[in-house]
T-cell receptor
Framework: KNEVEQSPQNLTAQEGEFITINCSYS?????LHWLQQHPGGGIVSLFM???GKKKHGRLIATINIQEKHSSLHITASHPRDSAVYIC?????????FGTGTRLQVFP | EADIYQTPRYLVIGTGKKITLECSQT?????MYWYQQDPGMELHLIHY???????EKGDLSSESTVSRIRTEHFPLTLESARPSHTSQYLC??????????FGSGTRLTVV
């Protein structure tokens, strides 16, 4: 069993749909990161969370420390949101990565 | 605008060649990392550094080596490249209470 698990593995959506990606972790972490990786390979850091909720544009990330669970929401999804979304737990200055969720948004 | 730079972006080389992948950051971050990622797969930590003259091997065994002579520079070297080294190599940096910043990656192909 992975220490950081994501669901779903693959997700397809129509433009405009509300999207949720879930992340559960079984190890102690000081923060949880949400990352976005486009087909070109580069990675962009979307959020770093240690509690509560953060919002940036159409993206919202939440974390429940007691339940060891985090969610990434995308409102009004757009084809340019198509990417792999990765959650990662920060443990003693190292990241423990989930397996990623491949999102495709169709026009 | 990227604050962490990796070069080259793509590299195709022959077996047995020595190569160095460059990574530089302008944020003054103490911590730097090298990850290896095969297509469609997870990232694996191969090297990290907590500061100048500090380098450690990561969770995934790698035949590469790294150095950290200056805070901003963390190059990765393969003394003798092999086809099994074909992969994407991503560099990242972080600081206390700060998120991670990733480079664009180097996609290496050894033929």
């Amino acid at each position: 069993k992975n220490e950081v698990e994501q669901s779903p593995q693959n997700l397809t959506a129509q433009e405009g749909e509300f999207i949720t990606i879930n992340c559960s972790y079984s190890v102690g972490i000081s923060a949880l990161h949400w990352l976005q990786q486009h087909p070109g390979g580069g990675i962009v850091s979307l959020f770093m969370l240690s509690s509560g909720k953060k919002k940036h544009g159409r993206l919202i990330a939440t974390i429940n420390i007691q339940e060891k669970h985090s969610s990434l929401h995308i409102t009004a999804s757009h084809p340019r949101d198509s990417a792999v979304y990765i959650c990662a737990g920060r443990n003693t200055d190292k990241l423990i990565f989930g397996t990623g969720t491949r999102l495709q948004v169709f026009p | 605008e990227a604050d962490i730079y990796q070069t080259p972006r793509y590299l195709v080389i022959g077996t047995g060649k020595k190569i160095t992948l460059e990574c530089s950051q302008t944020m003054g971050h103490d911590k730097m990392y090298w990850y290896q990622q095969d297509p469609g797969m997870e990232l694996h930590l191969i090297h990290y550094s907590y500061g100048v003259n500090s380098t450690e091997k990561g969770d995934l065994s790698s035949e590469s080596t790294v150095s950290r002579i200056r805070t901003e520079h963390f190059p990765l070297t393969l003394e003798s490249a092999r086809p099994s080294h074909t992969s994407q190599y991503l560099c990242a940096s972080s600081a206390a209470n700060y998120g991670y910043t990733f480079g664009s990656g180097t996609r290496l192909t050894v033929v």
